[in-house]
C-alpha cells in the first residue's frame, strides 16, 4: 500500500466518522422527540434504527484493522487508528443510549407526562452539541474545540442533577408517578452519560496529538 493509498483511507474513514456520528445525533434528537410526542411508533423507528450505527461501527473496524494488517503505519498513524478503534466504541454506545430513551418513550406509551418536559429536552440539544463538537474536533485534530466540551458536560451534569431532584420531589409528593418517573431518570441518565461519552471522543484525541491520555471527566 502507498502513503497515498493510506491517507486516502485516513481521509475515507474520517468521512464514516463524521457520518457515524452524525447518525447517533439523529438517534438522540428522534429518541427524545417520540418521548416528548408520546410517539410509540417513533420510538420503535429509534430502536430499529441503531443496527444503522452497529453496521457503521463494524464497517469502520474493518477499515482500521485492515490499516493496520496492510500497512506499517508510523507512531502518530497508529495512534490516531488506534483511537477511531476506541471513538467508534464510544458512539456505538452513545447509540445504545438512544435506544434506551426511545425504550423509554415506547413503555410510557401515550399516558400523559407527569411535567412538561423542559429540561430533558435542553439536556439532549446539549448532548447532540457535545456529540457534533466531539467527532468535528477528533477528525479536524482541533484541540481547543475538544476541551472547550468539559463546560458543557458540567452543564449537562448540572441539569441531570435539577432533574434528579424534580422527580424525587414528585415522587414523594405522589406515589401514582413512580412508574413514569423511574423511566425519566433512566431518560436523564442517559443522556448525562452520552455527554460523558462525548468526553471521551475529546480524551482519545488528546491521545492522537500527545500520546498522554487526560481525564476530562471530572
Known sequence: ???????????????????????????????????????????????????????AHTEIESVCLGLLVLQQPVASDMRRIASTLKVITDLERMGDHAVSIARSAVRLGGAPLIKPLVDIPAMAQLAQSMVADAVDAFVTGDRQR???????????DRIHSRVIEHLQELMVQDTATVPQGIQLLFVSHSLERIGDHATNLGEWLIYVLTGQREDLNQ
Do not use: P
Open 1 to 55: 500500500m502507498t502513503r497515498d493509498v493510506f491517507h486516502g483511507q485516513l481521509v475515507e474513514m474520517n468521512r464514516q466518522l463524521l457520518q457515524m456520528g452524525g447518525q447517533v445525533q439523529a438517534q438522540i434528537a428522534a429518541a427524545v422527540a417520540a418521548l416528548s410526542d408520546r410517539d410509540v411508533a417513533a420510538g420503535q423507528k429509534v430502536i430499529d434504527g441503531d443496527r444503522r450505527i452497529n453496521a
Open 146 to 156: 475538544a476541551l472547550a466540551m468539559v463546560d458543557k458536560d458540567h452543564e449537562l
